[in-house]
């Protein structure tokens, strides 16, 4: 079945120090999502990538979807404490039902003051 | 606002109970999910239905069953508890035909003793 690989699964970072998570999946996606869970919280919706190389960019938040659409990233610039949280990406194998998505292991984020 | 609410955030069931978690969304979705956390794992898809009365099994649907008899409630049941199904359980729906951006309830912590 489809594989989604999200590394690294802890991340520990000083306050002001950038965070990147890696996703990868064993075959081609529609499209990659990532969602954000706060401690004690639920996932949240942070954005959808569809287009092969497409960039987008939130505040501090940087996603990247790879040429292949196997791949994406996420990059915080300069985190804060309110960026603690586990991350997760999520994609759907191209010919498969919406909204079946299947999860990366998530990572988690630390921030230090 | 999307609301997507679920029966218990905590509950403990002993080793062959049945158990029912609710789920409940109030945008008149027709996709409606159920996934389990657990640490390390992410995400996993355990049912998912389109419509009243459909469903469909996804990655991990051992020792569970679905009933879907009104759009808006979609019911995850343990027909036997195990203590291996202790988790956090997640319900989803998603906002629009053709949408893969999946809203997420406050997810109910089962433990099963």
């Known amino acids: 079945g489809q594989q989604v690989m999200q590394i690294p699964q802890y991340q520990h970072v000083q306050e002001g120090e950038d965070f990147t998570t890696y996703c990868n999946s064993s075959?081609?996606?529609?499209?990659i999502q990532w969602y954000k869970q706060r401690p004690g919280g639920h996932p949240v919706f942070l954005i959808q990538?569809?287009?092969?190389?497409e960039v987008k960019k939130q505040k501090r938040l940087t996603f990247q979807f790879g040429e292949a659409k196997k791949n994406s990233s996420l990059h915080i610039t300069a985190t804060q404490t309110t960026d603690v949280g586990t991350y997760f990406c999520?994609?759907?194998?191209?010919?498969?039902?919406?909204?079946?998505?299947?999860f990366g292991q998530g990572t988690i984020l630390t921030v230090h003051p | 606002d999307v609301k997507v609410t679920q029966s218990s955030r905590y509950l403990v069931k002993r080793t062959g109970e049945k158990v029912f978690l609710e789920c409940v969304q109030d945008?008149?979705?027709?996709?409606m999910f159920w996934y389990r956390q657990d640490p390390g794992l992410g995400l996993r898809l355990i049912y998912f239905?389109?419509?009243?009365?459909?469903?469909e099994k996804g990655d991990i649907p051992e020792g569970y069953s679905v009933s879907r008899e009104k759009k808006e409630r979609f019911s995850l049941i343990l027909e036997s508890a195990s203590t291996n199904q202790t988790s956090m359980y997640l319900c989803?729906?998603?906002?629009?035909?053709?949408?893969?951006?999946?809203?997420f309830g406050p997810g109910t912590r089962l433990t099963v003793l």
């Open positions: 989803a729906s998603i906002g629009r035909q053709g949408a893969d951006t999946q809203y």
């Open positions: 990538l569809v287009k092969s190389g």
């Open positions: 075959t081609t996606l529609s499209n």
């Open positions: 239905s389109y419509d009243v009365k459909m469903k």
């Open positions: 945008m008149d979705h027709e996709n």
């Open positions: 999520a994609g759907r194998k191209i010919g498969t039902s919406y909204g079946k998505l299947t």
